[in-house]
């Protein structure tokens, strides 16, 4: 199976900051990686699929970018509403896994 | 508006069972492929299965092969989830989730879950 590594598990943040998180592959998976927000209690949520392209709906101040086994996901303007968790996930063989996830807090 | 609502979770003992259900609107239902994602304590969020639009592929994590089952009846718009022999570890919310036609299939609307508590 692939392996997702996510880091950092958390971070604190403030409205406004630029945060940056990062997922690595165990093995190149090419730009097939995804981008999920999750808020307590919700399902998780897509925001960037295919590495970098965005998902209808999504603010842009999201954004994602990285090929082979390193990727990022940016948020340029940090909002009250993006406190919450994010996933990466591989969908370049099954099983489709996910990393661990990082928890942006304030 | 898509909307998947997952239905059956509870309170099941070791080695019970327990059937989940996915109800599906919204969108052309047959037309898709189904993943069912659980999120455990243990582990975090884990892809448990797969069925193809029509049923003729799926796909099973190694930790619940021969023991759970994925179908679907697109005549009825659901998916389901067979859950036999059931462990401590399966406790969790589990999600079904749309695989969007794109690249990278990605899982572009999930349900709101459904919590099975597997206990003694």
């Known amino acids: 199976d692939i392996q997702m590594t996510q880091f950092p598990s958390s971070l604190s943040a403030s409205v406004g900051d630029r945060v940056t998180i990062t997922c690595r592959a165990s093995?190149?998976?090419?730009?097939?990686l995804n981008w999920y927000q999750q808020k307590p209690g919700k399902a998780p949520n897509l925001l960037i699929y295919d590495a970098s392209s965005l998902q209808s709906g999504v603010p842009s101040r999201f954004s994602g970018s990285g090929s082979g086994t390193d990727f990022t996901l940016t948020i340029s303007s940090l909002q009250p509403e993006d406190f919450a968790t994010y996933y990466c996930q591989q969908s370049y063989d099954t099983p489709k896994t996910f990393g661990h996830g990082t928890k942006v807090e304030i | 508006e898509v909307h998947l609502v997952e239905s059956g979770g509870g309170l099941a003992q070791p080695g019970g069972s327990l059937r989940l259900s996915c109800a599906a609107s919204g969108f052309s239902f047959s037309s898709y492929a189904m993943n069912w994602v659980r999120q455990t304590p243990g582990k975090g969020l884990e892809w448990a299965s797969y069925i193809s639009s029509r049923s003729s592929t799926t796909y099973y994590a190694d930790s619940v092969k021969g023991r759970f089952t994925i179908s679907r009846d697109n005549a009825k718009n659901s998916l389901y989830l067979e859950m036999n022999s059931l462990r401590d570890e399966d406790t969790g919310v589990y999600y079904c989730?749309?695989?969007?036609?794109?690249?990278?299939?990605?899982?572009?609307?999930w349900g709101q879950g459904t919590p099975v508590i597997v206990s003694a």
């Open positions: 093995q190149s998976i090419r730009s097939y």
């Open positions: 989730a749309r695989e969007a036609y794109t690249s990278g299939w990605p899982f572009d609307h």
